[in-house]
C-alpha cells in the first residue's frame, strides 16, 4: 500500500527555522517527481517546490525562493523541506506530493499534511 507520511511541522517563531520530512512506503521514490504542496487558511492550495527524478530539476514559487531547499535521499526513500528565514505568511498546512512526471494537482500520491505555524 501506497504511502506518504510528513512530519516536522510545529510551530516557530518568525525568522526560525523548520525542516519537513517525508517519508514514502510502498513505491520507490527513484522514479518519481516528488514535491510539497501547501494550504493556508482561507487560501487555496499552492505548490512551493518539486523535484524531479532524471535530471534533479528543482523547482520553487517566488515566495519561497532563496529561503526553501528541496532535496532527496532516494536510499531513504525520503524527501525534505528545508525552511528558513520563516515568516506569518507561510502558516499553512503542507503536503508532500509524488508524480510520476510532475508535481501539479493531479499528483499521484499525497500525503495527510503536517501544519506549521509560524508566530510570536
Known amino acids: 500500500q501506497v504511502h506518504l507520511v510528513e512530519s516536522g511541522g510545529g510551530l516557530v517563531q518568525p525568522g526560525g527555522s523548520l525542516r519537513l520530512s517525508c517519508a514514502a512506503s510502498g513505491f520507490t521514490l527513484d522514479y518519481y517527481a516528488i514535491g510539497w504542496f501547501r494550504q493556508a487558511p482561507g487560501k487555496e492550495r499552492e505548490g512551493i517546490s518539486c523535484i524531479n527524478t532524471s535530471d534533479g530539476n528543482t523547482y520553487y514559487t517566488d515566495s519561497v525562493k532563496g529561503r526553501f531547499t528541496i532535496s532527496r535521499d532516494n536510499a531513504k526513500n525520503t524527501v525534505y523541506l528545508q525552511m528558513n528565514s520563516l515568516n506569518p505568511e507561510d502558516t499553512a498546512v503542507y503536503y508532500c506530493?509524488?508524480?510520476?512526471?510532475?508535481?501539479?494537482?493531479?499528483?499521484?500520491?499525497w500525503g495527510q499534511g503536517t501544519q506549521v505555524t509560524v508566530s510570536s
Open positions: 506530493v509524488a508524480d510520476s512526471l510532475w508535481c501539479d494537482d493531479e499528483a499521484d500520491y
